[in-house]
């Protein structure tokens, strides 16, 4: 058997992950039609980034006829393998699938599951290997890998060292509070609502629109 024509480029890799993410999470029935419009619409690049984050979403970040959709940016700087690509990929399609407020928690563990991981993926830091996703999903992703031909990154520093990448949490995907995503102390996802005592009650909630009055000064809760 002869060797596959390496003719796929890095943007074609990582494009055509998402089409096979997308197209096994819609025949196993965990996105629906419109969820796959909303991750296949989003703007996909292969970029240089900063030495930082393998990856970064940024929502309602691009205006292309169908709506505001989200910018999705895999960083060639930080990239490991092929492997890790592909599972960047599918970790920030996780964002697009659960949206904002979800940050690093529950809902995006959970949305990386729908699209393709077989275990609760981390924030950062995360060790990728094929068996982190579903057998018909890696089996697909060796195939479109091995056809990648247009090189590999080989950054250096100004020094001439090799690049040393320390991946933090996407910074768009920390839910709107902050969240723990980023480590202890980096804030709550809850909100904070105090009444007009001279020394405020304050209560964290979930909600935007939280409705309720402080019975010792009769005022009601705002957001602080």
Known sequence: MSAPTRTTTHERFIDQCRQAIVSHALSIGTVTAEQAEQLLHAKLLYGVGDGSYRGI????????????????????????SWTQLAGTTLHELGHVLAGFASGHGTEWKDAAVQLGFVIRPAAAGQIYHLAMFAPALRAQIYALAAKIGDGHPAFRTFGGAPLVVKPRPCSMGVGTRGGTSRGKGSGSRLRLWECACPRPVKVRVSSDDFRAHCDLCNSAFKRA
């Open 57 to 80: 979403c940024h929502y309602d970040a691009w205006e292309n006829g169908v709506g505001r959709v989200a910018v999705v940016e895999i960083a060639a700087i930080a990239q490991e």
